[in-house]
């Protein structure tokens, strides 16, 4: 059997259910392939007002508000040890005048919308299964299913995660690593309010996260050596809760941690490419960087948006060198400008080397101490090029 399409997603994550949805909502014909999504994923993702902007209008917000936490106010704490330490920094959305910069939504929640939108979808044929095999030529993609179907489109949207078979038959290099940690990842509930803000703490060993949720309850994603989070990991919940307490020195007040906890390897990954020979790259396919600020999935609803923007300017062929192009200049300095900086910071906590402990001191201190540099970043944090745009409209 021969799936006709104008375009083919391959990849069931947030990304790749959003691309098929809105792709599909545009008047183009729509395969996805991928497994059924993972509704048991326990994390939670931060999304930052226009991530949240992209999906009300896709219709999906009201139906994410009841579970998901605001994020009114964002901490960076040193909590290192070392002799030159940062101030605290707390960055306020009054002070740029939003109520919020974001809400933070369980995984599972965000993944169930969008799977019953795109089952919904009469523009998307959906295929639980995934791609076996990809043959491009000129003026086509094949993708060959598991299943023993195939999918001709003319696009291909990658959004198969970090190790991409589609960017692999595209012939899309990528620069990878490990970053030598690993991330913890749970829920706990705790004692005194989270007032609706996070905290990051920075370590030696990475950040130290706390993101709200709703009513008195917060997300943790620790980042740290992996032998310490297999440690950690294996401990009894009540262990593992007084542990988690002493970390945030208590500022919750006594933490019980909720059973689900899990443990993910870091690295970070960057294609020489971010779309070519009939594929776009989006997602995880196109950027890895440590969970630091906020940025992964946020950063990949923007790889959705431009490759939208993208294929409806070239509605006539979407995967034609000329749109592959586009959307490849398009995207190449938000990404950039991303993951360098997630890394830097990254690099820069795991570093002993004092002239770099300085430069990090130095930058921190001045965001805390000059409200317009501030609200610059924070503007920025939202959106590349929204800071700098309010500077230049003044």
Same mark, same amino acid.
């Given at each position: 059997?021969?799936?006709?399409?104008?375009?083919?997603?391959?990849?069931?994550?947030?990304?790749?259910?959003?691309?098929?949805?809105?792709?599909?909502?545009?008047?183009?014909?729509?395969?996805?392939?991928?497994?059924? /999504?993972?509704?048991?994923?326990?994390?939670?993702?931060?999304?930052?007002?226009?991530?949240?902007?992209?999906?009300?209008?896709? !219709?999906?917000? =009201?139906?994410?508000?009841?579970? $998901? *936490?605001?994020?009114?106010? @964002?901490?960076?704490?040193?909590?290192?040890?070392?002799?030159?330490?940062?101030? #605290?920094?707390?960055?306020?959305?009054?002070?740029?005048?939003?109520?919020?910069?974001?809400?933070?939504?369980?995984?599972?929640?965000?993944?169930?919308?969008?799977?019953?939108?795109?089952?919904?979808?009469?523009?998307?044929?959906?295929?639980?299964?995934?791609?076996?095999?990809?043959? %491009?030529?000129?003026?086509?993609?094949?993708?060959?299913?598991?299943?023993?179907?195939? #999918?001709?489109?003319?696009?291909?949207?990658?959004?198969?995660?970090?190790?991409?078979?589609?960017?692999?038959?595209? !012939?899309?290099?990528?620069? *990878?690593?490990?970053?030598? &940690?690993?991330?913890? #990842?749970?829920?706990?509930?705790?004692?005194?309010?989270?007032?609706?803000?996070?905290?990051?703490?920075?370590?030696?060993?990475?950040?130290?996260?706390?993101?709200?949720?709703? !009513? &008195?309850?917060?997300?943790?994603?620790?980042?740290?050596?992996?032998?310490?989070?297999?440690?950690?990991?294996?401990?009894?919940?009540?262990?593992?809760?007084?542990?988690?307490?002493?970390? @945030? &020195?208590? @500022?919750?007040?006594?933490?019980?941690?909720?059973?689900?906890? &899990?443990?993910?390897?870091?690295?970070? /990954?960057?294609?020489?490419?971010?779309?070519?020979?009939?594929?776009?790259?989006?997602?995880?396919? $196109?950027?890895?960087?440590?969970? %630091?600020?906020?940025?992964?999935?946020?950063?990949?609803?923007?790889?959705?948006?431009?490759?939208?923007?993208?294929?409806?300017?070239?509605?006539?062929?979407? !995967?034609?060198? *000329?749109?592959?192009?586009?959307?490849?200049?398009?995207?190449?300095? =938000?990404?950039?400008?991303?993951?360098?900086? #997630?890394?830097?910071?990254?690099?820069?906590?795991?570093?002993?080397?004092?002239?770099?402990?300085?430069?990090?001191?130095?930058?921190?201190?001045?965001?805390?101490?000059?409200?317009?540099?501030?609200?610059?970043?924070?503007?920025?944090?939202?959106?590349?090029?929204?800071?700098?745009?309010?500077?230049?409209?003044?």
């Amino acid at each position: 059997m021969k799936i006709e399409a104008d375009i083919v997603v391959a990849g069931t994550g947030p990304v790749g259910l959003m691309s098929a949805l809105s792709l599909g909502r545009a008047g183009f014909r729509v395969a996805l392939a991928g497994p059924p /999504a993972n509704l048991a994923d326990r994390r939670t993702t931060a999304l930052m007002k226009p991530s949240l902007d992209f999906l009300d209008e896709l !219709g999906l917000l =009201d139906a994410l508000r009841t579970d $998901a *936490a605001p994020l009114k106010v @964002m901490r960076i704490a040193d909590a290192t040890q070392r002799l030159l330490r940062s101030p #605290v920094v707390t960055f306020r959305a009054s002070e740029i005048g939003e109520d919020y910069f974001g809400l933070n939504i369980p995984n599972r929640r965000l993944l169930a919308a969008l799977d019953e939108a795109v089952s919904a979808s009469k523009s998307v044929e959906r295929a639980e299964t995934t791609v076996s095999h990809w043959n %491009i030529d000129a003026d086509s993609i094949e993708a060959e299913l598991a299943d023993g179907r195939t #999918v001709s489109a003319r696009l291909a949207v990658a959004a198969d995660g970090r190790m991409s078979p589609a960017r692999e038959a595209a !012939g899309i290099t990528v620069s *990878a690593g490990s970053t030598g &940690q690993s991330a913890l #990842v749970l829920d706990f509930a705790h004692a005194r309010p989270h007032n609706d803000t996070s905290t990051e703490f920075h370590t030696e060993d990475g950040p130290f996260t706390l993101v709200p949720l709703s !009513g &008195q309850r917060s997300s943790l994603v620790w980042v740290t050596r992996p032998h310490r989070a297999e440690e950690l990991v294996r401990l009894s919940d009540d262990e593992l809760s007084l542990i988690v307490e002493e970390r @945030m &020195q208590s @500022m919750l007040g006594r933490v019980i941690v909720e059973p689900g906890r &899990q443990v993910f390897p870091l690295s970070s /990954a960057l294609p020489r490419r971010f779309a070519a020979n009939r594929v776009a790259l989006v997602g995880e396919a $196109a950027h890895i960087f440590p969970p %630091i600020g906020a940025q992964g999935l946020n950063l990949g609803i923007r790889d959705v948006e431009s490759l939208l923007d993208t294929a409806m300017r070239h509605s006539d062929d979407p !995967g034609s060198p *000329a749109a592959l192009s586009a959307y490849d200049r398009r995207r190449r300095p =938000d990404i950039l400008a991303r993951s360098s900086a #997630v890394n830097m910071l990254n690099r820069s906590l795991l570093s002993d080397m004092l002239p770099v402990q300085l430069m990090r001191t130095a930058g921190l201190s001045l965001l805390g101490a000059a409200p317009p540099l501030r609200a610059l970043f924070m503007r920025e944090g939202l959106r590349t090029g929204s800071g700098f745009g309010s500077v230049f409209r003044v």
